[in-house]
């Protein structure tokens, strides 16, 4: 079955960083596209980041809102996709999620930005 | 930027209706058009890829369509755990984008 499950989650304070992860199963990952949605608490859902796949280079791309402050990355080798996000503010507080070709989606880990 | 206009924001239903949810999207995005349901304390699910294609395991009282730049989602004789919050999301171009949601509550 497939899974993806993130971790690395918790309470930061502003302008820190903080690094989340998400392990895939189940599928082929490196044939997928990932990709990191967030949901701040009783708001929509929000596109934060995309990377495509090797023969695409691992293109990557970012919403306004995290540009220059927040990286994608994965390693198809431990078909693992990683978020690493930086000089955090309050309204990056949100459940994050991961998502393989907008298809399967893991449980979400929560991130709080709070002096 | 691509905008995903959703209506209505919430609605409520019986069991025998047939419920319509619509994203329009302010330019053409070529079906590139998911609908997904969310439940509290839960992760989104896809119902609908391609805008009409039924996603594995997803019950055929749901359905999409298109009408030039606006996509629908229909519910046909919904059940009450069709109750949730509905998106869309168009998957065209960047910045990808959602709908806002819709509250479906299924008396």
């Known amino acids: 079955a497939v899974q993806l499950v993130e971790s690395g989650g918790g309470l930061v304070q502003p302008k820190e960083s903080l690094k989340i992860s998400c392990a895939a199963s189940?599928?082929?990952?490196?044939?997928?596209?990932m990709y990191w949605v967030r949901q701040a608490p009783g708001k929509g859902l929000e596109w934060v980041a995309r990377?495509?796949?090797?023969?695409?280079?691992?293109?990557?791309y970012y919403a306004d809102s995290v540009k220059g402050r927040f990286t994608i990355s994965r390693d198809d080798s431990k078909s693992m996709v990683y978020l690493q996000m930086d000089n955090l503010k309050t309204e990056d507080t949100a459940m994050y999620y991961c998502?393989?070709?907008?298809?399967?989606w893991g449980q979400g880990v929560m991130v709080t930005v709070s002096s | 930027d691509i905008q995903m206009t959703q209506s209505p924001a919430s609605l409520s239903a019986s069991l025998e209706e047939i419920v319509t949810i619509t994203c329009k999207a302010s330019q053409g995005i070529d079906d590139y058009l998911s609908w997904y349901q969310q439940k509290p304390g839960k992760s989104p699910q896809l119902l609908i890829y391609?805008?009409?294609s039924l996603a594995d395991g997803v019950p055929s009282r749901f359905s999409g369509s298109r009408s030039g730049t606006q996509y629908s989602l229909k519910i046909s004789r919904p059940q009450v755990d069709d109750s949730g919050i509905y998106y869309c999301?168009?998957?065209?171009?960047?910045?990808?984008?959602f709908g806002s949601g819709t509250k479906l509550e299924i008396k």
């Open positions: 999301l168009q998957s065209y171009s960047t910045p990808f984008t």
């Open positions: 998502t393989a070709e907008w298809v399967y």
């Open positions: 990377i495509r796949t090797k023969p695409n280079n691992y293109a990557t």
């Open positions: 189940g599928f082929t990952f490196s044939n997928a596209a």
């Open positions: 391609d805008a009409t």
